[in-house]
């Protein structure tokens, strides 16, 4: 059976090392993506976690850097914590960043997802939030505002 996969693509008025700091920057995710901060030293092989910024101790999704080729190409695995090392309910993430004419073009693949779970319904609804609110930031200094109030989880 094959896996599910989502795709979003976004074009931002930035440059490629904006877009790359804004994934890679706890400092800037927390801004953009429910109060959470990507949390790694970006180097392959290396451990990777999304977690509440104000309270580290609360972990939403965890992986290995798969890839990292700065600032055009981040892949990294993704599952919640109670699922890591289940290679069934682990799923990857490409990040694509390119130039295209005077912007970036910012492609996520999320791929090899489990049918009919929880994790691909959330992301389907989850992604487009967050890219979008990572575009404003981007373009604008301010993220959306439904993006910046602490949640348990993001809405699904």
Same mark, same amino acid.
């Given at each position: 059976?094959? !896996?599910? $996969?989502?795709? /979003?693509?976004? #074009?931002?008025?930035?440059?490629? +090392?904006?877009?790359? $700091?804004?994934?890679?920057?706890? +400092?800037?995710? !927390?801004? #953009? =993506? =429910?109060?959470? %901060?990507?949390?790694?030293?970006? $180097?392959?092989?290396? %451990?990777? !976690? &999304? @977690?509440? /910024?104000?309270?580290?101790?609360?972990?939403?999704?965890?992986? @290995?850097?798969?890839?990292?080729?700065?600032? &055009? *190409?981040?892949?990294?695995? =993704?599952?919640?914590?109670?699922?890591?090392?289940?290679?069934?309910?682990?799923?990857?993430?490409? /990040? @694509?960043?390119?130039? #295209?004419?005077?912007?970036? *073009?910012?492609?996520?693949? &999320? +791929?090899?997802?489990?049918?009919?779970?929880?994790?691909? *319904?959330?992301?389907?609804?989850?992604?487009? %939030?967050?890219?979008?609110?990572?575009?404003?930031?981007?373009?604008?200094? $301010?993220?959306?505002?439904?993006?910046?109030?602490?949640?348990?989880?993001?809405?699904?």
């Amino acid at each position: 059976m094959t !896996k599910p $996969k989502f795709v /979003y693509v976004t #074009y931002i008025a930035t440059t490629r +090392e904006r877009v790359w $700091k804004a994934l890679t920057d706890s +400092e800037m995710t !927390k801004e #953009y =993506w =429910w109060r959470r %901060a990507n949390v790694s030293d970006w $180097k392959v092989g290396s %451990a990777w !976690k &999304h @977690q509440d /910024y104000d309270d580290p101790r609360l972990v939403d999704i965890v992986g @290995q850097v798969v890839e990292s080729n700065p600032p &055009h *190409r981040l892949v990294v695995t =993704w599952a919640r914590p109670v699922d890591a090392g289940n290679a069934a309910k682990t799923s990857r993430v490409t /990040y @694509q960043i390119e130039p #295209y004419a005077d912007v970036v *073009r910012l492609t996520v693949m &999320h +791929e090899e997802l489990e049918p009919d779970s929880d994790m691909l *319904r959330g992301i389907t609804s989850g992604w487009p %939030a967050v890219l979008s609110s990572l575009k404003t930031f981007l373009e604008t200094g $301010k993220p959306m505002s439904t993006m910046t109030q602490r949640r348990d989880r993001p809405p699904e």
